[in-house]
């Protein structure tokens, strides 16, 4: 793979030339004590050592609430909507692209996601190896701490001022010449980027599953009467916010304005979640999912086995966010796999 | 990069053209699509119906597939917010649709065998579709038994038809009621009352069944006992419903999508499935 290497004096070069083409988003500190993604501006501190952006990625793809049409009352006629903002993002972890290339997967099947696709296009992903990781991911026990693909550029911190990177598409080479040329990588920067990454392995590896991910799916499949799922839901506060801050969690709802004059409206999508009591229930009443556990257990279903028989990955990046977001502490996937493989091991 | 046109979410402007009730609650309502195109649906697929302001809803197409004529019926309980809007429109109105979304049931299958098509409460309405298309290549069936419960003969629909399929004597027709009233004068029970009593050749059999959540356990099993093979068996699914493109998540068994994997489903694809029956 091509590479250059890259020193921190060039960056606000590349910064202010990408910036003159599209918005720039960079990890930044937030007062909180956490971190999240913010438009660049000059100036703007970058979160180098960041260890998890609070929101997930998926807003830049498929935002909380997206027209989806436009629609004429008088004329009974609709149009369809179609967002394509030209955005960069520096810094993305590879869990996170992981998370955005199954995305492409999941909106690609079937009938396309033109809206999704629409903005997916216009983006531009700057991957970076992290330098730290947050208490609650586990991202390196499930085949993401590294990614081949889904990226223009796969950025590596190789010394105090000195990074590795990685050509991902031409797209991407274009921009990282784009302020002047730059020195081609040598055997020692691609020797020192290779032992960034195993030290991003090993730092992620603090909370690990304690098998194969690849076996999560069987485990699932025994589990499916486990007790667990009562034991956890109990606690469940039916909150959504596993859900929200998921990113590879996508379910949304659709719904509807009107203006004042009754004249013409919008129709739009909306994040929904699994873990709302509300989500499987029809009119009349009946819900297909009335019980916590079985919400609980649907999410987890899908993270470790629906996803994976689809796309042969998890549809769990280790991102560690949900953890962190649940008030009940109880949605932890590294904790639930763990256990449930602990309880089924045996029946193999 | 490529500017977009298409949007699957786009509705095409549709012109109810005529209502009629059906009970009640339900009323059945004609439309044709202002493209003047045939909607070309299979029996058993669904629309989503758009009233702009209110929202959209999935409805099984109630009509048969018919070349000849670019009409086709929706029936619609009024329980919520679209099916009250849609109850309140006035005849020569738009609305929009999407689809035809879904599976259908294979008809192709059928052909030369019997068919007993189960029918609980609304789950006639996507039953018609199915039955007036085999009545109209009647000749291409084997026998025909149609089992139709209902919770009260208040809440019976497209009455008139199926008295006069029942009196024709070319499809056996058995209904029946949870809860009689003083004029009923017909069986009494829950759907699974009628089965013993159809002629059908489990060997020879196809089955098409559609109803309220709990009916689909209950007839299954019966089927079994009868030795009806699980093949042979199709199940229409509803489940809750925002995009009908296999998105939203919303209508998930399991892993299956009822709005692109069904809703009609081979029994033998979903029976191992948890959140199915
Ligand atoms: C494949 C399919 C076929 C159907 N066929 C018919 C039919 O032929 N006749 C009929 O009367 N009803 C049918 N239904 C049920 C019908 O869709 C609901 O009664 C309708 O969605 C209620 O909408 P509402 O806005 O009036 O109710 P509200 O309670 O206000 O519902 C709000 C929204 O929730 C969703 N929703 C609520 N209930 C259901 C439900 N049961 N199924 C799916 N989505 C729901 C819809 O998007 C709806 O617009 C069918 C459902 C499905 C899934
Ligand atoms: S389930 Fe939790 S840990 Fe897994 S990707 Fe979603 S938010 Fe991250
Ligand atoms: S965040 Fe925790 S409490 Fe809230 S829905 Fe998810 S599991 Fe339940
Ligand atoms: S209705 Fe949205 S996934 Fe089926």
Not at chain 2, 147 to 156: A, E, F, H, S, V
Request: some cysteine.
């Amino acid at each position: 793979m091509t590479a250059y290497t890259v020193q921190m004096e060039q960056l606000p070069g590349l910064f202010a030339a990408w910036s003159a083409q599209c918005q720039v988003h960079v990890p930044v500190a937030l007062e909180t004590g956490f971190y999240d993604f913010s438009p660049w501006r000059p100036g703007t501190e970058i979160a180098f050592e960041y260890d998890v952006a609070y929101n997930p990625l998926k807003r830049f793809f498929m935002p909380p609430r997206e027209d989806m049409i436009v629609f004429d009352l008088e004329t009974y006629t609709a149009k369809p909507v179609f967002a394509a903002p030209s955005i960069l993002l520096f810094g993305v972890h590879p869990y996170d692209v992981k998370a955005v290339t199954q995305l492409d997967q999941l909106m690609e099947s079937g009938s396309v996601d033109q809206n999704y696709f629409s903005r997916r296009d216009a983006a531009v992903i700057f991957a970076m190896t992290p330098l730290a990781v947050s208490d609650t991911a586990f991202w390196a026990s499930v085949g993401a701490d590294k990614v081949d693909q889904g990226f223009d550029l796969y950025w590596t911190k190789i010394g105090p001022g000195t990074f590795h990177v990685e050509i991902g598409s031409g797209r991407g080479e274009e921009l990282l010449l784009a302020a002047g040329p730059l020195a081609p990588a040598t055997a020692g920067s691609r020797e020192a980027a290779r032992k960034a990454q195993v030290r991003a392995k090993t730092l992620g590896a603090s909370r690990s599953l304690r098998f194969d991910w690849r076996e999560t799916p069987h485990v699932m499949g025994r589990s499916w009467n486990s007790s667990l799922w009562h034991r956890k839901a109990e606690k469940c506060l039916g909150c959504g916010s596993c859900n929200i801050v998921c990113p590879t969690c996508y379910c949304f709802d659709i719904r509807e304005e009107v203006d004042e004059k009754l004249k013409a409206g919008h129709r739009f999508r909306e994040w929904d979640g699994c873990m709302l009591n509300g989500f499987a229930l029809v009119a009349g009443n009946h819900n297909f999912r009335p019980q916590a556990s079985e919400r609980y257990r649907h999410r987890y279903m899908r993270k470790g086995k629906y996803i994976f028989d689809k796309i042969g990955e998890l549809g769990c990046v280790g991102c560690g966010r949900c953890v962190r977001a649940c008030t009940s502490k109880i949605a932890d996937p590294c904790e639930i796999f763990n256990a449930l493989w602990e309880e089924s091991r045996n029946e193999i | 990069m490529k500017s977009r046109t298409f949007s699957p979410y786009v509705p095409r402007p549709a012109t109810l053209v005529s209502k009629s009730p059906l009970s009640d609650l339900v009323t059945l309502y004609e439309f044709v699509q202002d493209n003047g195109k045939n909607l070309a649906h299979k029996p058993g697929q669904f629309i989503m119906v758009s009233i702009y302001g209110v929202g959209e809803a999935p409805f099984s197409i109630s009509s048969a597939p018919i070349k000849e004529s670019n009409v086709f019926e929706i029936a619609v309980r009024k329980i919520g917010a679209v099916t009250k809007a849609l109850s309140e429109l006035p005849v020569g109105t738009k609305v929009g649709i999407r689809g035809p979304f879904g599976t259908s049931f294979p008809v192709h299958e059928f052909v030369g065998k019997d068919t007993l098509l189960v029918a609980g409460g609304l789950g006639y309405i996507p039953i018609r579709s199915l039955l007036h298309y085999q009545l109209r290549h009647r000749q291409e069936f084997g026998r025909i038994s149609v089992l139709i419960g209902t919770r009260t003969p208040k809440d019976r629909i497209f009455t008139d038809q199926i008295e006069a399929l029942a009196k024709g004597g070319d499809v056996e027709v058995l209904e029946t009621v949870d809860m009689p009233d003083a004029d009923w004068k017909g069986n009494v029970g829950v759907i699974t009352t009628l089965l013993p009593k159809a002629r059908v050749e489990p060997q020879n059999t196809h089955v098409a069944m559609i109803g309220p959540p709990v009916m689909y356990k209950f007839v299954l099993r019966q089927c079994r006992e009868m030795g009806i093979a699980s093949d042979r068996i199709w199940v229409s699914l509803e489940r809750r419903m925002k995009c009908g493109l296999g998105k939203c998540g919303h209508c998930q068994i399991n892993s299956l999508n009822a709005c692109m994997d069904g809703p009609v489903f081979r029994y033998t694809d979903i029976e191992r499935l948890e959140e199915a029956i």
